[in-house]
């Protein structure tokens, strides 16, 4: 299913309307010092009201069927608001591998309640090294004898970690990279809260000691499934990018007609209209980026990854240009922890390093490319 361009806009409307309402400023300083930390009553309306969990889930699995162009729309505005929420660890990691790793049965067994909003869930593939490339994984299984698969290892930087209620393991095998779907409050299973840069993203380490586990997808198929979702997920952080970056320059150009000095508004300085300018480029460049990823994805073009990658590379490239710009128009106010340009900058760069940082998302690019 596809939207049309009105149908996009009135996505859009009801999205920002709802974050609006629901993700001011002053609730995203809340939850960044809470446990848990989102809203549970907001994750709940956001379900019921919007379906938002539901949104890129097939129909067959009581989801909505829409692709990632709908996705993009949605995760700008997130980003925009920097909203708290499991939305980006459920919906745009968990559901997506699970639905790359053609499991039909995984699929009908957890994708309702993540469409419902019943259901949360992780992706946990980083260690110690914060790498997210299948063959640099330690964590193993093995089968336990009688029929099932216990899992031994260590997890970090797991987006809502300690709260999801699904944990999707990449873990070593005999045949090679495989993933497994664990139930977090399982014997074996310790999560602890990992400070890092960013408050509003949670994040944790998972320790595994002789945990249950279930197969997801054949055995040994983990890098083949993480490239898919790597791409897609590429493509949703894009999004998520693009939405704050675009933030940022709203509240840089805001500030520049409104604060005066020498008796006339900073924004008619040729300095300030410049860093103004230099911003708009950049975000307009990510804007595009990530939504033509998104159309491709849409299409199932074949030139889809290439286009993710490069999506991921420009909105990273962006959303910290944009950042770093937004503090220095602002001056020193923009220096000051009561401020919230801060909370951009930590989010641009804690998503510049989620899935590796710069050197491997360029590595990436060319893989995509076949050089």
Not at 124 to 136: F, K, M, T
Request: overall charge negative; charged content about 20%; glycine content about 10%.
């Amino acid at each position: 299913m596809t939207a049309d361009e009105s149908e996009l806009r009135q996505l859009r409307a009801s999205v920002r309307e709802f974050l609006d309402a629901k993700s001011p400023e002053e609730a995203v300083r809340k939850l960044m010092e809470s446990d848990p930390r989102f809203d549970p009553d907001v994750w709940a309306q956001a379900a019921d009201q919007l379906r938002l969990p539901g949104l890129v889930i097939p129909e067959e699995y009581g989801g909505d069927g829409f692709g990632a162009v709908e996705l993009g729309v949605v995760m700008e505005e997130m980003g925009r608001a920097l909203l708290c929420a499991p939305f980006f660890s459920t919906v745009v990691l968990a559901a997506q591998a699970l639905l790359a790793s053609g499991d039909s049965e995984a699929c009908a067994r957890h994708l309702p309640g993540i469409a419902a909003g019943r259901t949360t869930a992780t992706l946990a593939v980083a260690e110690e090294d914060g790498s997210w490339d299948p063959a640099l994984i330690s964590a193993r299984a093995v089968p336990d004898g009688d029929g099932g698969w216990t899992l031994t290892g260590r997890k970090c930087f797991v987006i809502d970690g300690t709260t999801a209620d699904l944990v999707l393991v990449v873990a070593r095998t005999v045949a090679g990279p495989s993933f497994f779907a664990v139930d977090r409050t399982a014997p074996g299973v310790t999560a602890m809260a990992m400070e890092t840069l960013d408050a509003t993203r949670a994040m944790a380490r998972l320790t595994f000691d002789t945990v249950s586990a279930t197969p997801v997808g054949v055995e040994g198929a983990g890098g083949r499934i993480m490239a898919r979702v790597l791409d897609t997920a590429s493509v949703g952080l894009a999004a998520e990018q693009a939405g704050g970056a675009r933030r940022c320059l709203e509240m840089s150009a805001e500030y520049a007609r409104t604060r005066h000095q020498f008796g006339r508004p900073i924004g008619s300085f040729q300095a300030v209209k410049h860093k103004c300018a230099d911003m708009l480029v950049q975000v307009e460049l990510a804007e595009a980026s990530a939504r033509e990823a998104a159309r491709l994805a849409a299409e199932g073009a074949p030139d889809f990854p290439v286009a993710a990658a490069v999506a991921h590379a420009c909105c990273s490239r962006a959303y910290m240009f944009a950042a770093m710009e937004n503090i220095q128009v602002h001056g020193g106010i923009g220096f000051t922890w009561e401020h919230p340009a801060h909370l951009y900058f930590r989010r641009a760069k804690s998503s510049q390093l989620l899935f590796g940082g710069p050197a491997v998302y360029h590595e990436r690019l060319l893989d995509r490319l076949g050089i």
